[in-house]
C-alpha cells in the first residue's frame, strides 16, 4: 500500500554535507514513525535515526549524534535525513523505512517496519 522513494544521494567529498529526501505515497504519512537505516559493503543494515509521527520526538544512533539530524514535513509526504561532516565510514545505501505507530512512538527497531524504500547511494571520498 505505501510505497517510498529516496532521493538526494550522491559523492561527496569527507567533511561535506548532504540531505536525503524520501517521499511517501499511498498512504497517511501522518500516521507513520519514520526511519532511516544505511548498508555499508559486507555489512549487515543498521539503524541510524528515527521519528515520530507528529516529529516531535527523535532518536538516533549513538556514533551519529551531532552530525546526523532526522525531520519530516508531513505536509510534502517527506522525511529527510541531513548528514554533516561525512565521514568515508559514512558510505552506504541509505534506505527510509515506514510502520503504522501510535503518536509519540519512535521505532528503533527494523523488524518492527512495514516499508521500505529501495534505497539512494552515499559515497563519501576520502
Known amino acids: 500500500q505505501v510505497q517510498l522513494v529516496e532521493s538526494g544521494g550522491g559523492l561527496v567529498q569527507a567533511g561535506g554535507s548532504l540531505r536525503l529526501s524520501c517521499v511517501a505515497s499511498?498512504?497517511?504519512?501522518?500516521?507513520?514513525?519514520m526511519g532511516w537505516f544505511r548498508q555499508a559493503p559486507g555489512k549487515e543494515r543498521e539503524f541510524v535515526a528515527a521519528?515520530?509521527?507528529?516529529?516531535?520526538?527523535?532518536y538516533y544512533v549513538d556514533s551519529l549524534k551531532g552530525r546526523f539530524t532526522i525531520s519530516r514535513d508531513n505536509a510534502k509526504n517527506t522525511v529527510y535525513l541531513q548528514m554533516n561532516s561525512l565521514k568515508s565510514e559514512d558510505t552506504a545505501i541509505y534506505y527510509c523505512?515506514?510502520?503504522?505507530?501510535?503518536?509519540?512512538?519512535?521505532?528503533?527497531?527494523?523488524?518492527?517496519?512495514?516499508?521500505w524504500g529501495q534505497g539512494t547511494q552515499v559515497t563519501v571520498s576520502s
Open positions: 521519528i515520530s509521527r507528529s516529529g516531535g520526538t527523535t
Open positions: 499511498g498512504g497517511t504519512f501522518s500516521s507513520y514513525a
Open positions: 523505512a515506514a510502520v503504522t505507530a501510535a503518536p509519540a512512538r519512535v521505532v528503533v527497531i527494523q523488524n518492527e517496519y512495514e516499508y
